[in-house]
């Protein structure tokens, strides 16, 4: 259960961090982008986990 919530709350930040790619200010923007780059290396990492220990269970 608690790899899913940490994939629903990556979801979320990224989410948020698209409002920021949308801003006018350029820093906005760079952070957004940061957000979302981080996110999506976070989601693989917990994808791998969950990936890894559904095959340890079979």
Do not use: C, W
């Not at 608690?2 to 200010?25: C, D, E, G, M």
């Amino acid at each position: 259960m608690l790899p899913i919530l940490k994939i629903i709350a990556i979801l979320f930040a990224i989410t948020y961090a698209l409002r920021l790619v949308n801003a006018q200010s350029d820093l906005m923007v760079i952070a957004g982008l940061a957000i979302i780059g981080a996110a999506i290396y976070l989601f693989f990492v917990e994808l791998n986990k969950m990936i890894t220990h559904l095959k340890s269970k079979l």
